[in-house]
């Protein structure tokens, strides 16, 4: 029997072509294999990745440091120091009821110089010997080696305020007891001892041989016994 028309009309297997969900036929597609959608992303969206900035060219920036606070702050006198130097010798030399009040700075005629400021309630200086200015120019004031001169506090608070560059001798006393031994010390604004902490208790100090580098001398009453000018 000869097939029918519609048998004949009906395509063969190897004629079918799956056809996706676009309604678009994918050409060359195998009767066995259908097109499958391309894949989402399910799910929450993708972080995008991090850029990476390209090193910078040239020498980095450099921060320029803040200026450190001075250690010694300022300190303004009653009166600006004179700008001849002028130093303190004795024999002995005895300070009583010393207090440090630490490193300041003092404005003065020569400029801003560090010194050492002192509260004393009285000095005592045996055999004392003064020097004003340097060289041939220079001043020498000295008493008889076996005279006492006394710097006293007057006022309300009875206090001779001292401002020194440097103070330097055998120290052989300190608070009424003696010390064994030599004990050479130099005190300056960048060399102090332990032992004379700002805002420490008053001492009473004894100096062998001291030599004293005052900036200044505010209050007090001066008594120098037997003056003469030393040739």
């Known amino acids: 029997m000869s097939p029918t028309s519609d048998e004949s009309a009906s ?10 969900q676009s309604g678009v036929p ?14 989402t992303t ?6 995008p990745a991090p850029t990476t900035r390209a090193p910078r060219k040239g020498p980095r920036p450099t921060t320029t440091p803040r200026p450190k606070r001075s250690a010694a702050p300022l300190d303004r006198p009653p009166a600006r120091p004179a700008r001849t130097p002028w130093t303190l010798h004795a024999d002995r030399l005895v300070l009583r009821a010393v207090t440090f009040h630490g490193t300041v700075t003092v404005p003065t005629a020569a400029g801003a110089r560090r010194a050492l400021k002192f509260t004393v309630r009285s000095l005592e200086a045996l055999g004392l010997g003064l020097t004003a200015g340097k060289g041939d120019t220079a001043i020498r004031l000295r008493t008889g ?4 001169s006394t710097l006293k506090g007057d006022g309300g608070k009875g206090v001779v305020t001292l401002y020194v560059s440097a103070l330097s001798g055998t120290v052989t006393v300190l608070d009424g007891t003696p010390l064994p031994g030599n004990r050479p010390v130099t005190l300056t604004p960048d060399a102090v001892p332990a032992w004379l902490a ?3 208790p008053a001492h009473t100090i004894t100096f062998a041989d001291a030599t004293v580098s005052p900036l200044a001398q505010y209050g007090g009453d001066l008594a120098l016994t037997g ?4 040739s």
């Open 11 to 20: 395509p063969t297997p190897a004629h079918t072509a799956s056809t996706p």
């Open 42 to 47: 399910s799910g929450p969206a993708a972080t």
């Open 227 to 230: 003056l003469r000018l030393d």
């Open 26 to 39: 994918s050409p060359g597609t195998t009767p066995h294999r259908s097109a499958r959608p391309t894949p």
């Open 145 to 148: 080696p076996t005279t006492t």
């Open 198 to 200: 700002p805002a420490g």
